[in-house]
């Protein structure tokens, strides 16, 4: 059996995709550069990883589109589901092939062969598969996905879903979410440049700052869903640490130990 400590990363979609245009396109030289810092940290440190990528212009514009992320409404969505399923997984084709690349023993499990959702929840679902590739040495690697749901017929789950999903039931050690900023900041620092870096975040403060939803087309509220299931992680004794995944070096840094100067903590509430 794999003892080692369990860190899990979640890549932000618009950290390796061109999120706010109207065409699919991967950053390249951001996705390499990302997968080579995690492979060289991973290489020197004995901790077992699990990563979850956003799907960004792979999937939110099509979501969007067909309003997919509201449950079926009409039969037009379902001529979007082999379309968003084949973007969705040629992203992650591609993710997979630099990460392996890259020395790490990445293995693609797609959400919608493995769960299905109640209400856009995930519920007891089954993580026993993901746990023997982890004892097998495996680096899991899942993506947001359009999944059957037992009361919207299909509805959408998020990275960061996924991220709540998989630290609290695996429980966890850390969690690296890596975004297209420095952290959780008191407004969105890309319309107020005034916009102040919140380093500290938990349940006592949060509510004090105006976190809203993503600039770019996003079905799944951007940073404040992301909050949201980081401090719902935090209720099960579980920090995260948010880094911008922009700044080359970060991710090899905070995985090896390295101080990072600016990155939110969201702290896990020790009551419980």
Same mark, same amino acid.
């Given at each position: ?15 390796? *995709? ?9 950053? *390249? ?9 995690? #492979? ?86 089954? *993580? ?49 979410? #890596? ?45 404040? #869903? ?47």
């Amino acid at each position: 059996m794999n003892h080692k400590k369990l860190i899990v990363i979640k890549i932000g979609g618009s950290v390796i *995709t061109q999120k706010d245009k109207d065409r699919k396109k991967i950053k *390249t030289e951001n996705l390499e550069r990302i997968c080579g810092e995690i #492979g060289k940290a991973y290489s020197k440190k004995n901790f077992s990883l699990i990563i979850v990528h956003g799907v960004g212009s792979f999937g939110h514009k099509i979501a969007k589109k067909f309003h997919l992320d509201e449950g079926y409404k009409n039969e037009r969505q379902l001529s979007a589901l082999p379309e968003l399923h084949k973007d969705v997984c040629e992203l992650n084709r591609e993710i997979i092939k630099v990460m392996q690349k890259n020395d790490l023993p990445a293995i693609s499990f797609p959400p919608s062969a493995l769960w299905k959702l109640a209400d856009g929840k995930l519920k007891g679902q089954s *993580t026993e598969i993901i746990e023997k590739h982890l004892a097998l040495g495996m680096v899991p690697v899942l993506h947001g996905d359009l999944l059957i749901d037992s009361k919207k017929v299909f509805s959408v789950l998020s990275g960061d879903q996924i991220c709540y999903y998989l630290a609290k039931e695996l429980k966890s050690d850390r969690v690296i979410v #890596g975004t297209d900023l420095d952290g959780i900041f008191d407004s969105d620092p890309k319309i107020n440049p005034e916009a102040k870096l919140i380093t500290k975040i938990s349940h006592k403060n949060y509510q004090k700052f105006d976190i809203g939803k993503s600039t770019a087309t996003d079905v799944t509220s951007g940073m404040k #869903g992301k909050l949201d299931e980081l401090l719902k992680l935090a209720d099960f004794g579980v920090s995260s640490e948010i880094i911008n995944a922009n700044t080359p070096g970060n991710f090899e840094r905070i995985l090896l130990g390295s101080k990072i100067e600016k990155k939110t903590i969201v702290f896990a509430n020790t009551k419980k």
